[in-house]
């Protein structure tokens, strides 16, 4: 997690990216996409970098185009990682900001929105939110799992998962490597009883689907496949 890449290409944060709103849940600054009368509902985990990251947003908005209701929690309560600030390098911030308290606030979160009748609820992890939600589901607090290049997560963690999970790893990746990925892979196809899948996107880094360069097409298609990817695991399970 302290490794250069994790904190690679930072995006321009924006508070008023997006076509959603903003509002409190469950104790959090929270960004909302989609329709309040939908019956699924879809939370979305950044990265260090925090919920103004104009991509994640973007991919809110393109799920809760599905039909799903779409929540960014802020779990850095307005204090994302900035790279610029030497004085508290990615070590420290951590510190403050451990995925352990992540999990821990998205409990009251996952209760507010159930609360509002949401029959079902999938989350994604982005880095350092995959932690978080390979976490929620060990607890079974969600009906499916999606991480996309994944810090934080253990082998002991994937067999500790009781939720459908897939798995979107990078090939350009010293955090998860391709090496881990695979063992990811042979602990899911040994677990006939939770269904899950890995898969390995080639030619692309740590944080290619959030942290991409929207002009850049060849960084714009496989940030987009994987988004695809994401919307079918959830469009699967989470109903």
Same mark, same amino acid.
């Given at each position: ?32 996409? @989609?329709?309040?009368? *939908? ?6 985990? *950044?990265?260090?970098? @925090? ?12 799920? &809760? !185009?599905?039909? +799903? +209701? ?33 999990? =821990?606030?998205?409990? $009251? ?8 009748? +949401? *029959?079902?609820? %999938? ?5 350092? %939110? ?6 929620? !589901?060990? &607890? ?9 290049? $994944? ?8 067999? %500790?998962?009781? &939720? ?42 740590? %944080? ?9 097409? &060849?960084?714009?298609? $496989? ?8 919307? =079918?695991? +959830? ?5």
């Amino acid at each position: 997690m302290s490794g250069p890449q994790c904190c690679s290409n930072p995006p321009t944060l924006n508070p008023s990216a997006g076509t959603g709103h903003v509002e409190q849940l469950g104790g959090l600054s929270s960004y909302i996409s @989609g329709s309040p009368n *939908s019956k699924l509902a879809v939370l979305l985990i *950044s990265d260090v970098f @925090g919920y103004e990251a104009p991509n994640l947003r973007k991919l809110a908005d393109k799920v &809760a !185009a599905t039909g +799903f +209701f779409v929540v960014v929690p802020d779990f850095f309560h307005g204090d994302p990682y900035v790279p610029e600030n030497t004085h508290r390098p990615i070590p420290v911030w951590i510190k403050d900001h451990g995925t352990d308290k992540g999990f =821990e606030a998205a409990k $009251p979160v996952l209760e507010a929105v159930k609360s509002k009748g +949401f *029959s079902a609820v %999938g989350a994604a992890g982005f880095c350092w %939110g995959a932690k978080v939600v390979v976490e929620l !589901a060990k &607890a079974e607090l969600i009906q499916a799992a999606v991480l996309l290049h $994944p810090s934080l997560v253990t082998v002991d963690d994937i067999k %500790g998962v009781k &939720a459908p999970i897939a798995i979107l790893g990078a090939e350009i990746d010293n955090i998860s490597p391709p090496e881990l990925l695979k063992q990811f892979e042979e602990v899911l196809t040994a677990r006939s009883e939770v269904d899950g899948y890995v898969k390995i996107f080639p030619k692309v880094a740590h %944080g290619w689907t959030v942290r991409y360069d929207v002009e850049d097409e &060849a960084a714009v298609k $496989p940030a987009e496949e994987a988004h695809q990817n994401l919307l =079918e695991w +959830f469009a699967k399970y989470v109903k």
